[in-house]
């Protein structure tokens, strides 16, 4: 597609349970990211890869959070054991690297809102 | 660390009044900043954006921001705002590595 796209976009989930969270950035893109924006605030940075390799996990909260881009395209991020701070949208954004990555733009998907009740 | 600091969280203006939205960060790197707006259901897009040379950049839609160094601020401006602008404006700055640091943002509303 054109763009950057998010699946589901919008998941309601019992406390406990387990989501994953689809992205699949634009055609070509190296690099992709995954923000938490949650309610009245900017995203934050989650993890970021560059093909199928995790180059910075530093922002994921807990160890109840995994990421995975296994074929250096679509990405999963997975949430274990929900909880209700977990609820936020989950934002997916690509880039193609220029000059070692300095002039990236990065691009957004439209997101995922996850409710944890 | 890395962090964006926005001035207003709420704005509200009349169709044809001037808009600027402050945005201090603090950076020890070689700065890269950006201007991404939100319009109502719709997804983050790029406004405008900072790497180096003239520090007045020029984005889409009439936007304009102005790097000033000295202040570590990248404020953006508008002269004659429109109802169609009414949107969440967000700064943020290319961190270590190739994250972006965001700031709160600014739900702008213009009345018509």
């Known amino acids: 597609g054109a763009g950057v796209s998010q699946s589901p976009r919008y998941k309601v989930a019992k406390r406990g349970q387990d989501v994953a969270l689809r992205c699949d950035p634009i055609?070509?893109?190296?690099?992709l990211f995954w923000y938490q924006q949650a309610l009245g605030q900017g995203p934050e940075f989650l993890t970021y890869?560059?093909?199928?390799?995790?180059?910075?996990k530093s922002g994921l909260p807990s160890d109840r959070f995994f990421a995975e881009r296994p074929e250096g395209s679509v990405s999963t991020l997975k949430i274990q054991r929900t909880q209700q701070e977990d609820s936020a949208v989950y934002l997916c954004?690509?880039?193609?690297?220029?000059?070692?990555?300095?002039?990236?733009?990065?691009?957004f998907g439209p997101g995922t809102r996850l409710t944890v009740l | 660390a890395q962090s964006v600091s926005q001035h207003n969280h709420h704005v509200i203006l009349s169709e044809a009044a001037s808009l600027e939205l402050g945005c201090n960060y603090s950076?020890?790197?070689?700065?890269?900043l950006f201007w991404y707006v939100q319009y109502p259901g719709q997804h983050l897009q790029l406004l405008l954006k900072?790497?180096?040379?003239?520090?007045l950049v020029k984005g889409i839609k009439g936007f304009e921001a102005e790097f000033i160094k000295s202040k570590f601020s990248f404020n953006l401006r508008k002269p004659s705002v429109q109802w169609s602008d009414t949107a969440e404006y967000f700064c943020?700055?290319?961190?270590?590595?190739?994250?972006?640091?965001f700031g709160a943002g600014t739900i702008l509303r213009v009345k018509s």
């Open positions: 954004a690509s880039s193609f690297p220029l000059y070692g990555g300095v002039r990236n733009e990065q691009f």
């Open positions: 900072y790497f180096s040379g003239d520090p």
């Open positions: 890869f560059q093909n199928e390799a995790q180059l910075d």
């Open positions: 055609s070509g893109h190296v690099s």
């Open positions: 950076y020890g790197g070689t700065v890269n």
């Open positions: 943020a700055v290319k961190g270590y590595g190739n994250k972006l640091v």
